[in-house]
């Protein structure tokens, strides 16, 4: 009995719905969620993604690291190398949150424990915690906008998602680059 059991029969009765069938690897939705790992915070719930719907990146705390945007370049060079200058635009959501486990990472002890334990600087990790998310999705979002890897036909748009009451609540409307 593996611990992943109980989640292998949900995916087939998945399977038995045919709601993976006829879907493009392109998003029906053109959205790029980006979110926390956190268990609570799954886009599938929180903003009723669904099959084929979206394309959606989590990591600790949602940030906008430079993995994040090569993985925006990656998607950006993909649509474009596929429909052209008709290659649609889309969104980057950005979805901080309440109550993040980042947070532990303003705690200098855990910060300086845990950077000794990846072999990063301390300083590094500092940055990365989502403690004020109204702040922090702000301050991803302009990092976004900034940023080369990401083109000027992409949107970005920061949000905060309450653990407490469910709701979404946008704190950057969708905004493109600066100078356009
Ligand atoms: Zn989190």
């Not at 090569?70 to 979805?95: H, K, Q, R, S, Y």
């Amino acid at each position: 009995m593996s611990i992943l059991d109980p989640l292998l029969e949900r995916n087939q009765a998945f399977a038995r719905t045919e709601a993976h069938r006829g879907l493009a690897p392109l998003p029906s939705h053109q959205v790029f969620v980006i979110s926390c790992i956190d268990p609570r915070v799954d886009p599938a719930h929180i903003l009723g993604v669904g099959p084929g719907d979206a394309l959606v990146l989590r990591n600790a705390g949602g940030r906008v690291t430079d993995e994040v945007m090569a993985e925006i370049a990656f998607i950006a060079a993909l649509t474009e190398t596929m429909f052209g200058d008709d290659a649609p635009p889309f969104e980057v959501a950005v979805i901080h949150h309440t109550a993040c486990g980042t947070g532990f990472l303003a705690d200098e002890h855990f910060r300086r424990t845990f950077a000794a334990r990846i072999d990063v600087e301390e300083a590094e990790l500092a940055g990365t915690a989502v403690i004020d998310p109204v702040a922090s999705v702000r301050d991803d979002v302009e990092k976004l906008l900034a940023s080369p890897l990401v083109p000027d036909r992409v949107k970005a748009s920061g949000h905060v998602y309450d653990v407490e009451t469910g709701l979404v609540e946008t704190v950057v409307a969708a905004t493109v680059k600066a100078g356009r």
